[in-house]
Protein backbone atom coordinates (compact mmCIF):
# COMPACT_ATOMS: atom_id res chain seq x y z
CA UNK A 1 0.00 0.00 0.00
CA UNK A 2 1.14 3.38 -1.05
CA UNK A 3 1.54 5.46 2.03
CA UNK A 4 0.49 8.76 -0.51
CA UNK A 5 -2.93 6.83 -1.05
CA UNK A 6 -4.01 6.43 2.29
CA UNK A 7 -7.77 7.35 2.61
CA UNK A 8 -8.63 6.49 6.23
CA UNK A 9 -6.17 5.87 9.13
CA UNK A 10 -5.81 5.82 12.63
CA UNK A 11 -2.84 6.12 14.67
CA UNK A 12 -3.18 5.25 18.25
CA UNK A 13 -1.27 6.72 21.20
CA UNK A 14 -1.54 9.87 19.17
CA UNK A 15 -0.57 11.25 22.86
CA UNK A 16 2.80 9.53 23.40
CA UNK A 17 6.44 10.52 21.39
CA UNK A 18 6.24 7.96 18.58
CA UNK A 19 2.33 8.34 17.91
CA UNK A 20 2.32 12.11 18.07
CA UNK A 21 5.36 12.13 15.05
CA UNK A 22 3.41 9.88 13.21
CA UNK A 23 0.67 12.32 12.84
CA UNK A 24 3.04 15.72 12.77
CA UNK A 25 4.28 13.76 9.55
CA UNK A 26 0.59 12.51 8.42
CA UNK A 27 -0.24 16.17 8.12
CA UNK A 28 2.39 17.64 6.64
CA UNK A 29 2.66 15.20 4.03
CA UNK A 30 -0.73 15.36 3.46
CA UNK A 31 -0.51 11.17 3.63
CA UNK A 32 -3.90 10.18 4.49
CA UNK A 33 -7.33 11.93 3.30
CA UNK A 34 -9.05 11.15 7.06
CA UNK A 35 -6.44 11.36 9.80
CA UNK A 36 -7.74 9.91 13.29
CA UNK A 37 -5.08 10.34 15.54
CA UNK A 38 -6.19 8.79 18.84
CA UNK A 39 -5.31 9.85 22.47
CA UNK A 40 -5.87 8.10 25.82
CA UNK A 41 -8.76 10.66 26.43
CA UNK A 42 -10.24 10.57 23.21
CA UNK A 43 -10.66 6.84 22.89
CA UNK A 44 -9.99 4.16 25.69
CA UNK A 45 -8.72 1.31 23.99
CA UNK A 46 -9.43 -0.89 27.02
CA UNK A 47 -13.12 -0.39 26.20
CA UNK A 48 -13.74 -2.88 23.82
CA UNK A 49 -17.22 -1.71 23.11
CA UNK A 50 -16.16 1.87 22.42
CA UNK A 51 -12.93 0.83 20.42
CA UNK A 52 -15.47 -1.83 18.05
CA UNK A 53 -18.05 0.96 17.31
CA UNK A 54 -16.19 3.28 16.46
CA UNK A 55 -14.15 0.95 14.39
CA UNK A 56 -16.68 -0.01 12.12
CA UNK A 57 -17.82 3.71 11.77
CA UNK A 58 -14.42 5.05 11.00
CA UNK A 59 -13.50 1.62 8.87
CA UNK A 60 -9.58 2.86 8.39
CA UNK A 61 -7.97 1.52 5.70
CA UNK A 62 -4.21 1.47 7.62
CA UNK A 63 -3.64 1.49 11.75
CA UNK A 64 -0.64 2.24 13.10
CA UNK A 65 -0.69 1.08 16.35
CA UNK A 66 1.52 2.94 18.91
CA UNK A 67 0.40 2.95 22.15
CA UNK A 68 1.12 1.21 24.25
CA UNK A 69 2.17 0.59 28.51
CA UNK A 70 5.91 1.75 27.84
CA UNK A 71 7.12 1.88 31.03
CA UNK A 72 9.12 -0.79 32.34
CA UNK A 73 9.27 -0.41 36.18
CA UNK A 74 5.18 0.06 35.72
CA UNK A 75 4.93 -2.66 33.86
CA UNK A 76 6.78 -4.47 36.59
CA UNK A 77 4.84 -3.09 38.97
CA UNK A 78 1.39 -4.37 36.89
CA UNK A 79 1.54 -6.76 34.93
CA UNK A 80 -1.83 -7.81 34.92
CA UNK A 81 -2.80 -4.40 33.15
CA UNK A 82 0.53 -4.72 31.12
CA UNK A 83 -1.32 -7.92 29.40
CA UNK A 84 -3.98 -5.72 28.93
CA UNK A 85 -2.85 -2.99 27.37
CA UNK A 86 0.33 -4.36 25.46
CA UNK A 87 -1.07 -7.65 24.27
CA UNK A 88 -4.92 -7.79 24.56
CA UNK A 89 -5.97 -4.44 23.17
CA UNK A 90 -3.28 -5.38 20.29
CA UNK A 91 -5.17 -8.95 19.88
CA UNK A 92 -8.57 -6.75 20.05
CA UNK A 93 -7.30 -4.02 17.00
CA UNK A 94 -5.64 -6.85 14.85
CA UNK A 95 -8.80 -8.56 14.61
CA UNK A 96 -10.61 -5.19 14.04
CA UNK A 97 -8.36 -4.41 11.04
CA UNK A 98 -8.31 -7.74 9.72
CA UNK A 99 -9.14 -6.57 6.33
CA UNK A 100 -6.97 -3.17 6.70
CA UNK A 101 -3.21 -2.78 6.56
CA UNK A 102 -1.44 -2.88 10.35
CA UNK A 103 1.52 -1.90 12.08
CA UNK A 104 2.84 -2.82 15.06
CA UNK A 105 5.89 -1.18 17.65
CA UNK A 106 7.55 -3.60 19.30
CA UNK A 107 10.87 -3.17 20.91
CA UNK A 108 14.22 -3.99 20.91
CA UNK A 109 14.09 -5.76 24.74
CA UNK A 110 12.14 -8.47 23.11
CA UNK A 111 15.98 -10.01 23.41
CA UNK A 112 17.62 -10.51 26.61
CA UNK A 113 20.52 -9.10 25.31
CA UNK A 114 23.45 -11.65 25.40
CA UNK A 115 24.86 -11.13 22.04
CA UNK A 116 23.61 -7.65 20.62
CA UNK A 117 23.33 -6.72 16.83
CA UNK A 118 20.52 -9.19 16.75
CA UNK A 119 18.55 -9.58 13.53
CA UNK A 120 15.02 -9.88 12.64
CA UNK A 121 15.47 -13.97 12.79
CA UNK A 122 17.04 -14.14 15.90
CA UNK A 123 14.98 -15.33 18.68
CA UNK A 124 13.58 -13.22 20.95
CA UNK A 125 14.20 -14.48 25.14
CA UNK A 126 12.26 -11.45 27.18
CA UNK A 127 13.16 -10.46 30.47
CA UNK A 128 10.78 -8.18 31.89
CA UNK A 129 7.40 -8.03 32.09
CA UNK A 130 7.16 -5.35 29.51
CA UNK A 131 9.17 -7.08 27.11
CA UNK A 132 7.20 -10.25 27.61
CA UNK A 133 4.01 -8.41 26.49
CA UNK A 134 5.51 -7.02 24.14
CA UNK A 135 6.68 -10.57 22.67
CA UNK A 136 3.43 -12.03 22.99
CA UNK A 137 1.59 -9.23 21.12
CA UNK A 138 3.92 -9.74 18.44
CA UNK A 139 2.70 -13.40 18.01
CA UNK A 140 -0.45 -11.87 17.62
CA UNK A 141 0.19 -9.53 15.03
CA UNK A 142 2.34 -12.07 13.15
CA UNK A 143 -1.27 -14.02 12.31
CA UNK A 144 -2.61 -10.97 10.47
CA UNK A 145 -2.31 -11.10 7.03
CA UNK A 146 -1.18 -7.38 6.52
CA UNK A 147 1.02 -7.18 9.28
CA UNK A 148 4.37 -4.78 9.88
CA UNK A 149 6.10 -5.55 12.80
CA UNK A 150 8.71 -2.36 13.78
CA UNK A 151 11.13 -2.90 16.55
CA UNK A 152 12.98 0.13 17.49
CA UNK A 153 14.87 1.11 20.47
CA UNK A 154 15.57 3.73 22.70
CA UNK A 155 13.50 6.88 20.79
CA UNK A 156 14.49 10.78 21.52
CA UNK A 157 12.08 13.56 21.05
CA UNK A 158 9.67 16.26 22.02
CA UNK A 159 6.60 14.27 23.29
CA UNK A 160 3.46 16.45 24.21
CA UNK A 161 3.50 14.91 27.21
CA UNK A 162 7.38 15.81 27.82
CA UNK A 163 8.37 12.44 29.86
CA UNK A 164 8.14 10.08 27.27
CA UNK A 165 11.72 10.26 24.94
CA UNK A 166 14.55 9.19 26.52
CA UNK A 167 16.12 12.51 26.32
CA UNK A 168 13.41 14.44 28.38
CA UNK A 169 13.83 11.61 31.32
CA UNK A 170 17.23 13.01 31.21
CA UNK A 171 17.33 16.45 30.69
CA UNK A 172 14.23 16.28 33.37
CA UNK A 173 16.70 15.06 36.02
CA UNK A 174 19.44 17.11 35.48
CA UNK A 175 16.70 20.33 35.77
CA UNK A 176 15.99 19.15 39.18
CA UNK A 177 19.70 18.78 39.95
CA UNK A 178 20.07 14.82 40.50
CA UNK A 179 22.60 13.15 39.91
CA UNK A 180 22.53 10.23 37.48
CA UNK A 181 23.79 6.68 37.56
CA UNK A 182 24.37 5.41 34.01
CA UNK A 183 25.91 2.21 33.00
CA UNK A 184 29.08 1.44 30.79
CA UNK A 185 27.70 -1.87 29.76
CA UNK A 186 24.04 -1.94 28.65
CA UNK A 187 23.61 -0.72 25.25
CA UNK A 188 21.10 0.33 22.96
CA UNK A 189 20.51 2.00 19.06
CA UNK A 190 18.83 5.46 20.16
CA UNK A 191 17.24 6.92 17.54
CA UNK A 192 15.23 10.31 17.17
CA UNK A 193 11.46 9.40 16.68
CA UNK A 194 11.10 11.43 13.52
CA UNK A 195 13.82 9.61 11.90
CA UNK A 196 12.25 6.78 12.75
CA UNK A 197 8.54 7.25 11.41
CA UNK A 198 10.35 8.69 8.19
CA UNK A 199 11.69 5.76 7.99
CA UNK A 200 8.56 3.40 8.87
CA UNK A 201 6.49 5.69 6.47
CA UNK A 202 8.79 4.89 3.81
CA UNK A 203 8.38 1.05 4.57
CA UNK A 204 4.81 1.34 4.64
CA UNK A 205 5.11 3.41 1.18
CA UNK A 206 6.86 0.14 -0.52
CA UNK A 207 4.71 -2.12 0.87
CA UNK A 208 7.24 -4.05 3.35
CA UNK A 209 5.61 -7.05 5.29
CA UNK A 210 6.34 -8.76 8.55
CA UNK A 211 9.33 -7.58 10.92
CA UNK A 212 11.88 -5.31 10.44
CA UNK A 213 14.53 -3.35 12.91
CA UNK A 214 14.11 0.30 13.01
CA UNK A 215 16.60 1.99 14.98
CA UNK A 216 19.96 4.13 15.01
CA UNK A 217 23.11 2.52 13.47
CA UNK A 218 25.25 3.40 16.77
CA UNK A 219 25.59 1.17 19.29
CA UNK A 220 25.67 3.08 22.17
CA UNK A 221 25.91 2.35 26.48
CA UNK A 222 23.32 4.44 28.30
CA UNK A 223 26.91 6.41 30.04
CA UNK A 224 28.01 7.76 26.58
CA UNK A 225 23.87 8.79 25.58
CA UNK A 226 24.37 10.60 28.91
CA UNK A 227 27.85 11.97 27.68
CA UNK A 228 26.58 12.62 24.31
CA UNK A 229 22.79 14.74 26.06
CA UNK A 230 25.50 15.98 28.18
CA UNK A 231 27.52 18.19 25.94
CA UNK A 232 24.21 19.38 23.73
CA UNK A 233 22.69 20.80 27.29
CA UNK A 234 25.86 22.36 29.63
CA UNK A 235 23.26 24.94 30.83
CA UNK A 236 21.79 22.12 33.07
CA UNK A 237 25.10 21.36 35.10
CA UNK A 238 24.54 17.83 34.20
CA UNK A 239 25.72 15.54 36.80
CA UNK A 240 26.79 11.83 35.83
CA UNK A 241 28.19 8.81 37.33
CA UNK A 242 29.26 5.65 35.69
CA UNK A 243 28.68 2.04 36.81
CA UNK A 244 28.34 -1.66 35.73
CA UNK A 245 25.24 -3.76 35.21
CA UNK A 246 27.23 -6.15 37.51
CA UNK A 247 26.27 -3.70 40.74
CA UNK A 248 22.79 -3.49 39.55
CA UNK A 249 19.95 -4.69 41.75
CA UNK A 250 16.29 -5.21 40.56
CA UNK A 251 14.28 -6.40 38.24
CA UNK A 252 16.39 -7.78 35.23
CA UNK A 253 17.90 -5.68 32.13
CA UNK A 254 19.29 -6.78 29.22
CA UNK A 255 22.96 -5.80 28.48
CA UNK A 256 22.98 -5.63 25.17
CA UNK A 257 19.97 -4.94 23.28
CA UNK A 258 21.45 -3.10 19.96
CA UNK A 259 19.95 -3.89 16.40
CA UNK A 260 20.74 -5.45 12.94
CA UNK A 261 18.83 -3.02 10.93
CA UNK A 262 20.09 -3.64 7.29
CA UNK A 263 17.39 -5.45 6.15
CA UNK A 264 15.16 -2.52 6.41
CA UNK A 265 18.29 0.01 5.40
CA UNK A 266 17.87 -1.78 2.25
CA UNK A 267 14.50 -0.39 1.36
CA UNK A 268 15.01 3.20 2.67
CA UNK A 269 16.56 5.92 0.86
CA UNK A 270 18.26 7.57 3.28
CA UNK A 271 20.48 6.11 5.85
CA UNK A 272 19.71 5.60 9.46
CA UNK A 273 21.19 7.43 11.32
CA UNK A 274 23.56 7.57 14.85
CA UNK A 275 22.96 9.32 18.00
CA UNK A 276 26.04 10.97 17.54
CA UNK A 277 26.42 12.43 14.00
CA UNK A 278 22.57 12.98 14.22
CA UNK A 279 22.86 15.15 17.22
CA UNK A 280 26.03 16.97 14.95
CA UNK A 281 23.89 17.82 12.09
CA UNK A 282 21.12 19.28 14.19
CA UNK A 283 22.61 21.05 16.64
CA UNK A 284 19.06 23.13 16.82
CA UNK A 285 16.08 20.44 16.73
CA UNK A 286 14.60 20.49 19.89
CA UNK A 287 15.92 18.21 21.54
Same mark, same amino acid.
Given at each position: ?13 ? !? ?30 ? @? =???? *? ?45 ? #??? %??? %? ?15 ? @? ?15 ? *?????? +? ?7 ? $? ?7 ? @?? !? %? ?35 ? $? ?8 ? =? ?30 ? $? ?9 ? #? ?15 ? +? !? $?? @? ?8 ? %?
Amino acid at each position: MSAKRIERLWITGA !GGLIGNYFVQAAREGALASSLIGLTRAELDLL @D =HAAV *QKRFRREKPQLVIHCAAMSKSPSCQANPGLARKVNVEVTRQLAELAA #DAA %FVF %FSTDLVFDGRKGNYAET @DSPNPLSVYAETKAMAE *QVVAKH +PRHLIIRTS $LNGGTSPTG @DR !G %FNEDLRRAWSEGRTLTLFTDEYRSPIHARETVRSVWE $LIARGAMGVY =HVAGSERLSRWQIGELLAERWPQLNPKIKSDS $LKNYSGPPRAP #DTSLDCSKAQKLLSCPL +P !G $LT @DWLAKNPNEP %F
